[in-house]
């Protein structure tokens, strides 16, 4: 008996909600993404364009970003972090909206 295969219909992605509910920045990160609440990966795509528009990721180790003035107060006062650790500095500079 020849084997049959079931054709399995690829199953779309769902975006997960926790990054579609929107967060609101706090006053240092509003300086950089504006004080709207926005969804997490918004939030994540305007803080690479600002990051892009100005120049900051460094030239040499692409993985670090170098801080202007707004970025400082968001990396705590560091003048460069790397970018994974730079979505650990922003996750304390939002909170939840209600």
Known sequence: MPKTTATKTPAKRKPNAAFMKPVQPDDKLSAV????????????????????????QDKKKRTQINADDNLKAVFNGKSQVSMFEMTKLVSGHIKPTA
């Open 33 to 56: 993404v504006g004080s709207k609440p926005l969804p997490r990966s918004e939030l994540t795509k305007k803080l690479w364009d600002y990051i892009k528009k100005n120049g900051l």
